[in-house]
């Protein structure tokens, strides 16, 4: 597991992600960083589109960019949104991390003040779909 510091480190980069965020249609810019088996980080933002169900979340967007770079296991994963209580991750994102997960994968569920719960996904995603 991360300590503090490593926490809010992922947290910074997944903040760094989230400037990039395209959501001219919500407003709501998410922001997502994880760091994968072999100590590689990644990031992502969401991307909306003028056709809304084309919308993509920033978890996945991170995931799959990590995916397309080699990533094959997620062990911690921050996602940031400017929220009142840290974020939650949508259904499908849990069902996508869950993918990539191993039996530690945690997620860091973050908001802009940077308060922030460590969660594991079997606690988000209970009996997860995987062939
Ligand atoms: N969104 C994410 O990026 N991640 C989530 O977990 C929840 C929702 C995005 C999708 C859409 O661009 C905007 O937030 C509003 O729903």
């Known amino acids: ?20 965020a395209y959501a001219k249609f919500s407003n709501f810019k998410v922001g997502a960083a994880l760091i994968d088996d072999r100590n590689n980080h990644y990031s992502g933002c969401n991307v909306e589109n003028s056709s809304y169900g084309l919308s993509m979340c920033g978890e996945r967007n991170a995931i799959f960019h990590a995916v397309s770079k080699g990533m094959k296991s997620i062990n911690v994963i921050a996602v940031v949104g400017d929220t009142k209580n840290p974020i939650s991750p949508c259904g499908a994102c849990r069902q996508v991390i869950n993918e990539f997960s191993n039996e530690n994968t945690v997620i860091i569920m973050a908001n802009m003040k940077k308060e922030y719960k460590v969660v594991k996904l079997i606690d988000l995603l209970p009996y997860g779909f995987k062939l």
């Open 1 to 20: 597991m991360l300590n503090e510091k490593e926490i809010l480190n992922l947290i910074d980069e997944a903040i760094i992600a989230r400037k990039s």
